[in-house]
Each structure stands twice: as C-alpha cells, then as structure tokens.
C-alpha cells in the first residue's frame, strides 16, 4: 500500500485500485469534472488541413486557455535523479505550471526529489503555489496509482524502466498527456504494450513524449536534415559507441529483500534496466534509427564479462559488440561498455558514397576527409533535455498533440534486438524478435518490497549470467 509523506490528503482515495473499475455512471461523472478545464469534443474529431483526423479530445492546454486558466499540472512516478530534473526542466519553460503530486517506491527519492524541485521553483507565481504536493508525496509499489487519480495534466514516468509499459499504460487509460523515459521496455512483451497504449493515446487525443532527447537537440536535427538532403550520398555504413567506465553493484545490506536491493540497483538486473544497451546505449541506436528512417532488420554480435566476473555487474555483461543489418544491406556497427581505463565515446558516425559524417559532432567531411560543413550551434549542456521540454510544454500550449511513442519503441526494440544477439552469439531477426513472448517479469503484480525478486542470486551470491553460444535469446 502506497504511503503518504509527510500528510494524508482526504480527496485522494486510499485504496490504490479505486477508480480502475469504475462504472460507466462513475466513469462519466469524472469526465465531467474535468470538463472545468477540458474540452471533450464529442462529434468524432476535427478534420485538419490534408485530411487528418485529430482525435476526440482537444489538448489540455487548449480545454485550459477555454476556461480561463493555462496552468499545466504536472505529476512525477519516479523521483530519482532523472525524473528530479526532467520536472525542474518542464517548470523552466513559459507558462504556468504546477506540481501537484510524486510518488517513489522509496521515501528518501520522494523527499530528495521534493527538496531539488522545491528550492527550483517553490516560491508562489501569479497563478498560486507552483510545487503543491502537501499531502500529495506517495511512497510505495503502488504509489504512482495516487498520481493517475490527481489532476495532473501531463505525467512523467522516470522510475527504472521494466515499469514504464504499466505505467504508460495506465496514464493513457486515466487520459494523461506523457512524458517518459528511455527505454520504453525491457523486452519485447514491454514494446508491445507501449505500442498498444500509444495507438490508444492517438485516439484520445493524448501527448506522448519520449526521453530520446536528441530528436531536440538543435545540432542533430541540423545534421541530420543535411544527411537526409544527401551532403554524403546514400549511407553505406555507420559506428555508434556508449563507451564508458560505468558503475559498480554495491553490496546488498543484510536487511533489505532481494527485491528491494535490486529496485535500488536496477542498472545491474535486466527485469528492470535492460542492461546498459538498452538503457544508455539506446540513445545512439535511435540516432542512427533516424537517420535512416527505419529499423534494422537482423543483428549479430558477441559481449560478455571481462573485466568483472564476480556479483559486482549484477546479471549485466561489461560489454556488447553488435552488428545491426539494415534494408539495402546498410551495416551499423555499435559498441557500448563499462570497463575503467580504456577508450571512451558516445557518438554516432555515417559513411556514404560521397563522404562521412561525425553526428554528434555536427561536422561533414567529403571523400578526402575535408571538413565540407559544421554546426554553427554550441553543444547543449543539458543534452538537449531542456530542449525536449519546452517543445513538449510548447506544443500542448498551442493545442498540438506531439507522439513519440513509435519511435521510442522502436529503438527500444533494436536495443533489446542487440541484447539478445550479443547474449546469445545467434543472428537474431527483426520479426522474429518482435514476436518473443519472453516476458522478464511481472511487475503488474508487485505488491509489497518483501515479494519474490523476478531474479534470485545463486548460492554463491552471484547472479546467472547469459553465456553466448549456450543462452537462449532474450
């Protein structure tokens, strides 16, 4: 049972489930009430210029500017560092906005979270107090369910991501706009879900916004329309790394369960991380993704444990080498790993039949590695992740309805195509893949931190590691 932290606020339920089964005489009635601030249109969508159709509800932003009150609403499940930031970064852009409740699995993420975003934006604007969450701080497995039933406009959904499919899920169907962090999944049941729930925000109406900031940054969408124009020709061939020293497993106390040390350790366990292919390394794939407007088709590749063999890297390898396959035979060679005292990047590269081109770099050279073209834009500090949320605020404030939901999954989905070629030594296809009913955990039925953890240590401490050749792909 989700707690409330530091004060109970009466007008939330206190059974988690409430509200998930309502009937249609309930369902309708809470409707209502949020027409103060909503417009539904009930005459089955506006036509747009072009023949498009937009879906039955209009954004929150325009049903608020309708009645007098633009103040976006935000609701945050997940208060770690991530999710800290992204909600400071969305109450940094124009227009009022206003926290109105968080949640956490843990007391300490809430209260830490509460204090950063507080001495950011705490003090009271023209529209009233901006983080007004007394009563409104949820700690427990089921405290995002407090979150869905506030009347938060837009919701970000930063917890650890082998829960981001139930929560995406559930925000959809409580008629939430999205913000959510990469990756979407961590296996192929997970992507399924999101693009299921993504087809129905598209029918609601709903925003949906993906942690693939990139997409946002001005340098790559610069590049990248320059590449799209053909400056280097068709690609013929592209690198991408996540190379760096990441992080060590600390020792798991004697006093918390299984479940609880791997939720506070999840980068190691891949219910819940994915391994760091898919939870940094997805970044360049999707850059490459983009540039070449589809999915791969098949990969091949090796990884391991070499330079920790021991329970400190969790059920995780150190290292994944993939080849990612492309229609027209389009070859992406990706590397990402965690190993100390060696050669690092993150970067995407492009070769083509008139040149190349260092993405990340903004810069284009021709067939003689002449410099043709750079990016006159700085890097961005932040990433772009500053950017990413004054386009999303941007958009619903002028009615737009922004859906990243396909290409996050996608991505998604050709991160965890490359774990399961790199853990199991096998040529793995897109299709094949894409049909897996492998799913890593249940996390719909998590309850309590003293359930079963989806993976339990061996006698000797450590955790059972894929060995390629022998492991099944997953």
Same mark, same amino acid.
């Given at each position: 049972?989700?707690?409330?932290?530091?004060?109970?606020?009466?007008?939330?339920?206190?059974?988690?489930? =409430?509200?998930?089964?309502?009937?249609?005489?309930?369902?309708?009635?809470?409707?209502?009430?949020?027409?103060?601030?909503?417009?539904?249109?009930?005459?089955?969508?506006?036509?747009?210029?072009?023949?498009?159709?937009?879906?039955?509800?209009?954004?929150?932003?325009?049903?608020?500017?309708?009645?007098?009150?633009?103040?976006?609403?935000?609701?945050?499940? $997940?208060?770690?560092?991530?999710?800290?930031? =992204?909600?400071?970064?969305?109450?940094?852009?124009?227009?009022?906005?206003?926290?109105?409740?968080?949640?956490?699995?843990?007391?300490?993420?809430?209260?830490?979270?509460?204090?950063?975003?507080?001495?950011?934006?705490?003090?009271?604007?023209?529209?009233?107090?901006?983080?007004?969450?007394?009563?409104?701080?949820? @700690?427990?497995?089921? $405290?995002? /369910?407090?979150?869905?039933?506030?009347?938060?406009?837009?919701?970000?959904?930063?917890?650890?991501?082998?829960?981001?499919?139930?929560?995406?899920?559930?925000?959809?169907?409580?008629?939430?706009?999205?913000?959510?962090?990469?990756?979407?999944?961590?296996?192929?049941? $997970?992507?399924?879900?999101?693009?299921?729930?993504?087809?129905?925000? /598209?029918?609601?109406?709903?925003?949906?916004?993906?942690?693939?900031?990139?997409?946002?940054?001005?340098?790559?969408?610069?590049?990248?329309?320059?590449?799209?124009?053909?400056?280097?020709?068709?690609?013929?061939?592209?690198?991408?790394?996540?190379?760096?020293?990441?992080?060590?497993?600390?020792?798991?106390?004697?006093?918390?369960?299984?479940?609880?040390?791997?939720?506070?350790?999840?980068?190691?366990?891949?219910?819940?991380?994915?391994?760091?292919?898919?939870?940094?390394?997805?970044?360049?794939?999707?850059?490459?993704?983009?540039?070449?407007?589809?999915?791969? @088709?098949?990969?091949?590749?090796?990884?391991?444990?070499?330079?920790? #063999?021991?329970?400190?890297?969790?059920?995780?390898?150190?290292?994944?080498?993939?080849?990612?396959?492309?229609?027209? *035979?389009?070859?992406?060679?990706?590397?990402?790993?965690?190993?100390?005292?060696?050669?690092? #990047?993150?970067?995407?590269?492009?070769?083509?039949?008139?040149?190349?081109? *260092?993405?990340?770099?903004?810069?284009?050279?021709?067939? #003689?590695?002449?410099?043709?073209?750079?990016?006159?834009?700085?890097?961005? /500090?932040?990433?772009?992740?500053?950017? =990413?949320?004054?386009?999303?605020?941007?958009?619903?404030? /002028?009615?737009?309805?922004?859906?990243?939901?396909?290409?996050?999954?996608?991505?998604?989905?050709?991160?965890?195509?490359?774990?399961?070629?790199?853990?199991?030594?096998?040529?793995?296809?897109?299709?094949?893949?894409?049909? #897996?009913?492998?799913?890593?955990? *249940?996390?719909?039925?998590?309850?309590?931190?003293?359930?079963?953890?989806? @993976?339990?240590?061996?006698? *000797?401490?450590?955790?059972?590691?894929?060995?390629?050749?022998?492991?099944?792909?997953?």
């Amino acid at each position: 049972m989700a707690q409330r932290t530091p004060a109970r606020n009466e007008n939330h339920p206190s059974d988690p489930t =409430a509200g998930e089964s309502s009937p249609a005489s309930e369902r309708s009635a809470v409707l209502e009430q949020r027409a103060s601030r909503r417009t539904f249109i009930q005459s089955g969508g506006i036509m747009l210029a072009g023949g498009s159709v937009l879906g039955t509800n209009l954004s929150v932003a325009r049903g608020a500017h309708a009645y007098g009150d633009d103040t976006l609403k935000i609701g945050l499940i $997940g208060c770690g560092s991530r999710g800290t930031n =992204a909600v400071i970064q969305a109450m940094n852009t124009d227009g009022a906005t206003r926290l109105v409740a968080m949640a956490d699995v843990f007391e300490s993420n809430v209260q830490s979270a509460f204090r950063a975003i507080n001495s950011k934006h705490g003090k009271t604007g023209p529209a009233g107090k901006r983080v007004d969450v007394d009563g409104a701080r949820f @700690v427990g497995l089921d $405290g995002w /369910k407090h979150v869905l039933q506030s009347d938060a406009d837009v919701v970000f959904l930063t917890t650890p991501p082998g829960f981001r499919p139930l929560h995406f899920e559930k925000a959809i169907e409580a008629d939430k706009h999205v913000f959510m962090e990469k990756p979407v999944a961590t296996d192929t049941p $997970g992507v399924r879900r999101v693009l299921a729930a993504n087809e129905i925000a /598209k029918q609601k109406g709903l925003a949906v916004a993906v942690g693939l900031q990139r997409h946002h940054e001005a340098r790559y969408r610069e590049c990248i329309e320059r590449l799209h124009a053909g400056a280097i020709g068709d690609p013929v061939f592209a690198r991408a790394y996540w190379n760096g020293a990441g992080s060590r497993l600390r020792t798991k106390p004697k006093n918390v369960s299984e479940l609880e040390y791997q939720l506070r350790q999840w980068q190691h366990f891949n219910w819940i991380g994915g391994d760091q292919i898919a939870e940094q390394h997805i970044h360049n794939l999707d850059v490459i993704n983009w540039l070449l407007g589809e999915h791969p @088709v098949s990969a091949q590749g090796q990884g391991g444990r070499d330079s920790r #063999s021991d329970q400190t890297l969790g059920e995780t390898f150190d290292h994944h080498m993939v080849e990612f396959t492309y229609a027209k *035979d389009v070859r992406l060679l990706s590397q990402c790993r965690h190993v100390r005292g060696c050669w690092n #990047s993150v970067s995407e590269h492009v070769h083509g039949t008139q040149g190349s081109c *260092d993405i990340s770099a903004a810069i284009i050279r021709d067939p #003689s590695g002449k410099v043709v073209w750079q990016s006159s834009q700085k890097p961005s /500090k932040d990433r772009g992740c500053q950017q =990413a949320q004054h386009d999303l605020f941007a958009s619903l404030r /002028k009615g737009e309805i922004p859906n990243e939901g396909d290409y996050g999954a996608t991505s998604t989905m050709t991160a965890i195509m490359g774990r399961m070629a790199s853990y199991s030594g096998k040529i793995v296809r897109w299709n094949e893949a894409f049909q #897996s009913d492998q799913m890593l955990a *249940d996390v719909d039925a998590m309850r309590s931190l003293k359930d079963i953890a989806p @993976v339990q240590p061996l006698p *000797d401490g450590n955790y059972e590691v894929a060995i390629p050749g022998q492991s099944k792909v997953i």
